[in-house]
Each structure stands twice: as C-alpha cells, then as structure tokens.
C-alpha cells in the first residue's frame, strides 16, 4: 500500500529525515515511536503533503502512485488521512459544514453525487456514536473551543467520516486522559479493516495497549534505527531509548 | 516562507463584464449649468427641480473633493466624463429594446413578470434611465407606490418635493451635491400607513456606456407602520478606464415602520493589475423619524475599484432602532473606505454595527464608523463590532471608529477584531480533501456568515459565491 524508499526531507537548510524506508501492508497497523525531536512529526507532514518541508531525496508510492507528486487534498481523496497532533480551529466554519464540504469533494472525486442532507445528518450521528461525541458539536465552529480531548475525538470522528485507507495519527494519544484515551483508541480499533492500514505515532506505549501494532518502528535522528513486533515497544517502555542508541 | 503554502489560483473573470451594443443617446462631455439644464429638460422636469439642480450645482462648484478617507484617489477631471446616457427607445413608445432585455436576462434580473424571481419586484436602471419597474400594478393595488425616479416626478411631484433633500442636505458633501445636480434617474418607492409591501423591492444598476458616470438617485419612503425590505444590486462592464458613480439614497422611516435596505456591491473592480475598476462614491442615509421606527441595513461590498460609502442612519424618534451589517472585500488593487453612522437623538434609540472587512491581495480596506449620542437621548445603547479579516500579507485592514456622547446615561459597546487566515488553517482544510480555493471559501463564508444570514434568501446565496469568487487568485 505505502512504500517509503530512502526518503529525505528538510525545512530550510536542516535536514530532519535522513533516508526512511518504510513499507506498510493492507490491514496492517504501525507504531513509530522516538524521543523528541526524531522526525516522527515531519515523517506525517511530509506524507499529508505540507510544503513547509522539501522533500530533497527518495520516493514514496502510495498503492503504486507518486505521492509526492500529489496536492495535499489529491493525497486526501486517495485515502491519505492525518490526524494532526494539534488539530486547528476554524472559527466561523461549523463541524457539520466542514465535513459536508469535505465529504462531497471526495465523493466529487469519486464520481458520486454531492450527499443529500438527510443522508448525511444520519452518517454523522452513526459515526459520532463511535467516538462517544455529543450531537451539540456538530454545529459548533471545527475545534473552536474544544477541550484537547474533544479535538482529539474530533480527528477520529472525520477519519470515520472519510473511511481512509491509510491513516497516520500523530500523537493522538497527547493530551489525554485515560477515559479520552479509551475512547479513541476503541474508535481507531472500530474503523479497523483488512483492506486499510494505521501508523500510529506515539511516545508512549499506553495508547498501543489499546490499538495492537503489527510492527513498531523506532525513529532517531531522522533514521529508522530498529524494527521488530510489539514487544519492542514494551521494551522501550522499560528501558528508554538510549540502549537503541548505544547499539548504532 | 510565509506564503509558500498558498499558491496562486487562477484568476477568474469579473462574471458581468460585458457590454451591451444598443443605439445610446449621448449628452456631450463635461459638466456646466448648460449640461445641468439638458438633463433638466430631457427629463421635463417642473421648474422647482431644475432651480434645485442649478442650485446644488453652485454649491458644489465652491467645493472640494473630501480628501479625509484612507483611500488614495487619482485625480478625477469632472470636465471628462458624460453625465447622461440613454438607449434610445425603439419605435413605439412602450416598447423596450430586446438587447436590453437580454441584458438584464444574462444578469440574471427577468424583466418579463412572468419570469421574475418570485416575489420580487425590480427597477431596472441603464446608464442613466429607468428601463422598466416590474410589478407596478399589482403595488398599486395596496397603494404601493413603486417607479423610477423620473416616473415619480412626473406623477407624485408633491412627495418627491416634500421628501427629496431632507435626509440628505444638498451641501451635505462634495458628492452629494454633484448628484443632486445631476442626478439622472433611481428609485422611488412610498409605502402608505398600515401597509406590508407583499414583495421585496429591488433596484438594479448598470452602467454600461463608455465615459459615462452613473448619478442615481432613490428616495424611500415607509410611512406609518408599514414595512419593506429593498434590496439593490449593481454591476457594469469590464474596462482598462475608470467609470464614476456617485449616488444618493435617501430613506424616510415613519412611527412604527420598518425598512430592510440590503446591498449586492458587485460593480467591475478593476483588473488585478488595478487597471480600470468603478469609482464608487456614495451616499445612503436614513432617518427613524418616528417613534418605533426601524432601520436595518446589510451591505455585501465585492466590487469597485474605489468605495466610499457610509449607509448611516439618524434616530430621530424615541425608541428608534437601526442595524448595520456590512461585508467589505478587497482584493488585488482595490480600496475600500466604508462604515456607518449612528446618530443618536431620540430616547431610548439602539443601534447596532457589526462590520466584516476582508482584505486580499495588495488592497486597503477601512471600516470608519462614528456613533453620537445627542445631550437629550437618554438611555441610548450601541454595540459595535469591527472585525478585520487578513489573506495574505500585503494588503491593509484599518479600523476608524468614532464615538461621541453628550449624555451619560448612554451605553456604547465597542469590540474590535483582527486575524488571518493561516496556512496551518488551509492545510488542515486540504488534509480532508477540500481544495484550496474552497477553503478559502469556506473560511470567508464562515466569518461573514452573521452578516449574510441578513440578507434574502435568494440574494445570501448569490452573496455567498460571490465572496468566493472576489476571492479567487488572492491566496499566494
């Protein structure tokens, strides 16, 4: 599904990735975890497509396409969703608008007709029960006022929406209470599907109790320096980072 | 750095700007007391009215151009411009040409009742005459008197003599004056006592000769305890020149009347280069001269090159009350310097502002806003809000408020606004699939949406693609 060859990226002169392969199978969930500063963030910018970064080298195919050739909402309707670690607000912008906006260019770019307003009202409700949000933030402004939790529940409440087929969340699991965490860990799990993929970027082994990596990645220094099963990341959990390090 | 993530759209094209081919009668060039007579006298205007030209003409020779707004003006050679244009009228007298009608079609404005919009009457204003005022008859029925300005006249001269001028003075400012001397057709509209006008009334203007200036003129009146809602739009043809508009709108509020004037400001701003573009300058004033009288303006601005404009109300009666609700945008080279004022004068009177201004591109936009509060009314209220919305980092957002009060029992709000629209915003529209320029979109609508929820359904809608629209090419 995604494939990521030798892949280089900077932001002005700094250089942060510094060649990242990375491969990631239909039905399949990811973990990357590092200390601060490793690039994981960069790595979901880059993919999402933000242009604050250059990609300088490498090449990333996405069910056999360049990617990287790719405006960001071209990335969207193929089924590249990121769910941001800072999700932003939109004053003015009310949730249901948004995502009906939203929803109807993808559909647009399906070939399907804009949804009918009934339709979409009862998706709403259907996949709002999944990350437990009350009915009275659809027609709020998209994260305005929102606790961190509620933009968090949020980001899972559009990736049901969208049906991704490889969404990447970054550090979704920031922020959050236990109670908050559970909710959309269980709504992660619930989108789950043999024929989409999750990469989860994280800290912290906590959130990984709940959504269960098939591979967990450790990124260092814009490196993938370590892959192996889920066990690694109880591991790291242990015994930090720096025994990865020493092993370089 | 800063923009890198927003990239150039392509730029659209103004909608409106072609030009109709009709047979036009021209007036010549250049503005003297001779020119002032010809309008006079084309339109067999009774001798009051012409001595009223003549005069507000003189007045407005000994003045000068107001130089006070934040606006930078090339200089305007009043002798260059034609101050009347007319299509010529086919050969019988009833007739409209058929160019015409296309005209107003492709711009959406029927003029064959049977295809109007439903429930919406319209004056339909070419250059400087009145080309045709739908739904005439069946206003008439409940006494609604609605026709050009010329028709009204030549059939109410007793109205249009009582109310002309009271609201806005002649010598009230340089533009005021140069259009009431010459002031060549408009809107009249009186609503008897007790009276809901069953339609919405609108007045469509379009300037379409070359070199000419468009001077409309549209009186309003709404006695007691009768209600309208009036709306106006405005487009004109693409050119590399700069065309002049200068109008006067004046509006009369009895006791316990209501009057809704809503504006779609589309006239040709201008290339993105800033070549050519409307020069609108313009003045709207009402007054609330009853006790419960209501007022309430909404304007959505997208077009000119240059707009001057401050729909402003007096509160004259107890009680009165009166809200503005404005949309401004700006983008490439245009410059906006608009607002209201609220004059405070009868007991108990409210008013409220809330302004939207939109800057893009290279251009300027200015909210200029007085609110006075006259020494006898007591318990006067005013709530503004000025809110100033940025794309991109080359254009000015500028905010001019004013508030005078003589009276300390009076309670005046005022809350003030400016942000940006971020790339982080864009980006994280565009992660869920919707396109840069719809986002664009989409934010604008959500920004402006308190003031387009003011206006008529069919014309919120219009507005709304319209804001996108004005917008397109202004990310990057």
Redesign the interface.
């Known amino acids: 599904m995604l494939t990521i060859k030798d892949l280089h990226a900077s932001i002005g002169d700094k250089e942060i990735l510094k060649g990242i392969n990375l491969t990631v199978n239909p039905g399949e969930v990811h973990a990357i975890m590092g200390p601060n500063g490793s690039g994981k963030s960069t790595l979901s910018a880059v993919l ?5 970064f250059t990609v300088t080298s490498g090449e990333v195919k996405f069910q056999g396409e360049d990617l990287l050739a790719l ?3 071209e ?3 193929r089924g590249i ?2 769910g ?1 670690q800072y ?8 949730n249901v ?3 009906k ?3 109807n ?2 559909r647009k ?1 399906q070939g399907l007709p804009p949804i009918t307003a009934a339709e979409f009202l009862k998706l709403m409700r259907q996949k709002m029960e999944i990350v437990e949000m009350d009915h009275s933030f659809s027609s709020r ?1 998209v994260n305005v006022g929102f606790s961190g939790g509620e933009k968090k529940r949020n980001e899972i409440f ?1 990736m049901a929406m ?1 049906e991704p087929k490889l969404a990447i969340l970054d550090e979704t699991d920031s922020g959050l209470d236990v109670d908050a965490l559970r909710i959309v860990a269980t709504g992660v799990n619930k989108l789950k599907r043999p024929d989409n993929a999750t990469v989860v970027i994280t800290h912290y082994q906590r959130l990984l109790d709940y959504i269960v990596p098939d591979v967990v990645h450790i990124l260092y220094k814009g490196r993938i320096i370590k892959t192996a099963g889920k066990e690694l990341a109880l591991e790291v959990e242990q015994r930090g980072y720096d025994w990865l390090i020493k092993e370089l | 750095m800063a923009n ?2 927003l990239h150039d759209i392509t730029n659209s094209e103004y909608r409106h700007g072609f030009e109709t081919l009709v047979n036009q009668e021209f007036f010549p060039k250049g503005l003297n007391e001779d020119i002032v007579r010809m309008i006079s006298e084309r339109k067999q205007e009774p001798q009051w009215l012409l001595e009223f030209r003549l005069e507000a003409f003189r007045k407005w020779q000994k003045m000068k151009m107001p130089t006070w707004a934040h606006l930078r003006i090339p200089e305007i050679d009043y002798q260059d411009i034609i101050y009347f244009a007319a299509p010529k009228k086919p050969k019988t007298e009833e007739e409209i040409d058929p160019e015409l009608i296309k005209t107003f079609d492709k711009l959406g404005i029927p003029l064959d009742e049977r295809k109007a919009l439903s429930g919406m009457a319209v004056d339909a204003v070419f250059d400087s005459v009145s080309v045709k005022t739908t739904f005439r008859e069946s206003l008439a029925e409940k006494g609604i008197i609605f026709c050009s300005f010329s028709e009204a006249v030549r059939d109410y001269p007793e109205l249009v003599r009582k109310y002309l001028a009271s609201v806005v003075p002649v010598g009230d400012n340089f533009f005021s004056a140069l259009n009431s001397a010459v002031f060549s057709d408009g809107s009249f509209c009186y609503i008897p006592k007790g009276v809901r006008c069953p339609m919405e009334l609108s007045s469509y203007f379009r300037i379409n000769a070359r070199g000419t200036g468009q001077f409309e003129r549209t009186l309003i009146v709404a006695d007691e305890g009768s209600y309208v809602s009036y709306l106006e739009g405005c487009t004109a043809p693409q050119r590399d020149e700069n065309q002049l508009h200068a109008a006067v709108v004046e509006i009369v509020v009895m006791a316990d009347a209501e009057v809704k004037y809503s504006t779609v400001q589309n006239w040709y701003p201008g290339d993105s280069e800033g070549r050519g573009g409307i020069f609108n300058f313009v003045t709207k004033r009402g007054i609330c001269k009853g006790n419960n009288s209501r007022l309430f303006w909404t304007q959505v601005e997208t077009g000119s090159a240059i707009t001057w404009k401050y729909p402003s109300t007096i509160l004259k009666g107890d009680n009165s009350v009166s809200e503005f609700y404005s949309v401004a945008v700006t983008n490439h080279h245009q410059q906006a310097d608009t607002g209201t004022k609220m004059i405070h004068l009868g007991k108990n009177t409210r008013s409220r502002i809330i302004s939207k201004g939109i800057s893009a591109g290279r251009s300027e936009n200015s909210y200029r806003g007085l609110v006075r509060v006259a020494r006898n009314a007591e318990n006067a209220r005013n709530y503004s809000q000025c809110d100033s919305l940025l794309l991109g980092d080359r254009c000015g957002a500028h905010t001019f408020p004013f508030i005078q009060s003589d009276n300390p029992s009076a309670i005046i709000e005022h809350e003030a606004t400016t ?1 940006k629209i ?4 864009l ?10 320029e ?1 986002a664009v979109g ?2 604008v ?5 308190e003031v387009i929820n003011q206006l008529p359904m069919e014309f919120a809608v219009e507005a709304q693609k319209l804001l996108q629209v004005s917008l397109e090419g202004s990310v990057g």
């Open positions: 999402a497509g933000k242009e604050t405006a960001p909402e990335r969207s309707w969703f990121l941001f999700p932003i607000e939109i004053p003015g912008v009310t608008n948004f995502m906006t939203a929803l260019e993808h770019h402004g559009q969208l | 890198e993530v942000s971020s790339e982080d915003q980006f994280y529209c565009r992660q869920r699939g919707i396109s840069e719809n989409l934010i609508n959500g920004y402006a949406k």
